[in-house]
């Protein structure tokens, strides 16, 4: 909920009325237009802060007497949600405006954020995590994440120029060719392989629903007009899988790049038994070919910290590392004694 009095915006914490206070509109710019400043300072991709905050849906929290603040916003996700295989059903989402990334500010914020916003979060938020959003190059943060009991959770890799190169000609009896509503069941098999690895590393759950929401998902995909799902085919056999969502569909992630209309990479995998093959590499590269085609030229995705896979190969497909994404379950932050 917000409120604009006169030149003034006031913005209630979650947890309680006295958890906020009023903040004038040229202070929140300052605020804004300063972090901004350091972003671009950082990486010439990162957005705005004000656009995060109003494409990201976010609201101001305000420390009283302190320098910093938080853009913070709270979800709810439904049991038959996509989004609920990789999130928990309640999570808390913030990215912190901190002077010059000063890691007292980020301590003293997160400090006052535990004693605020804990003891009700634990309540509404039983079996839920928040997620801290920092840009990738702000290093001096890592220290006092861990401090509170945040853990590296994912990255958001960005591509800016691909370049419009003809992709690798297929070899080997591999074929790359787009998903039709008769590969299917190739593609439900495949994605669910993906997901049964993610799960090894945490990433991700597994559960009872999974095979439903994958199925009702992929349907939803091959019926989009503009091509979503890719596939690659060994002698005929599917191995391999690269879901993309065109700019009409990845509105909430283009928030966090400075560009227009960016497209982004929702899943990619291959079959176990064909791994370290060449096969990811040739489908990456056929999607970005056509992706370069059809003029766009920023690719968005993520991916584990905890992978052992994913850093190197996406590296080595011309990404680099926007965001950092950290996490802290809801247990740490209602138990943990913060020092």
């Not at 040229?26 to 350091?38: I, Q, V």
């Not at 709810?76 to 989004?83: C, K, N, P």
Request: aromatic share 8%.
């Amino acid at each position: 909920m917000r409120r604009e009095v006169g030149d003034r915006v006031v913005t209630p914490f979650i947890a309680s009325p006295i958890s906020w206070r009023v903040m004038a509109i040229p202070e929140s710019m300052t605020l804004l237009s300063g972090t901004a400043r350091r972003w671009h300072s950082l990486d010439p991709l990162l957005p705005d802060a004000a656009v995060v905050r109003e494409r990201g849906g976010f609201e101001w929290v305000a420390a009283p007497g302190r320098a910093g603040s938080l853009l913070y916003r709270t979800h709810r996700l439904e049991a038959t949600d996509l989004g609920s295989i990789w999130r928990e059903p309640c999570t808390a989402t913030m990215v912190p405006m901190v002077g010059d990334g000063s890691p007292r500010e980020l301590d003293d914020l997160l400090r006052w954020w535990r004693e605020a916003a804990g003891p009700e979060l634990g309540e509404r938020l039983s079996t839920g995590a928040a997620y801290m959003w920092l840009p990738s190059r702000d290093t001096w943060a890592v220290p006092t994440l861990h401090r509170h009991g945040f853990q590296p959770h994912t990255m958001l890799v960005v591509r800016d120029y691909i370049g419009r190169h003809p992709p690798p000609l297929p070899s080997d009896g591999l074929r790359i060719c787009p998903a039709t509503l008769d590969h299917a069941e190739d593609v439900i098999f495949l994605w669910q392989e993906v997901i049964a690895y993610d799960s090894q590393i945490g990433i991700c759950r597994d559960g009872e629903q999974t095979a439903a929401i994958l199925r009702q998902a992929t349907f939803e995909l091959l019926a989009r007009r503009e091509q979503a799902i890719w596939m690659a085919e060994l002698r005929g056999v599917p191995v391999g899988l690269c879901v993309v969502d065109l700019p009409a569909y990845c509105d909430g992630v283009a928030a966090y790049v400075r560009c227009d209309g960016p497209a982004y990479i929702s899943a990619f995998g291959i079959r176990s038994d064909q791994r370290g093959k060449g096969i990811g590499r040739r489908l990456v590269a056929h999607v970005h070919a056509l992706l370069a085609a059809a003029g766009h030229r920023t690719i968005l995705l993520h991916h584990a910290v905890m992978n052992p896979l994913s850093a190197p190969f996406w590296a080595r497909s011309k990404y680099r590392p926007l965001w950092a994404v950290w996490r802290l379950p809801a247990p740490e932050w209602r138990g943990r004694n913060f020092t």
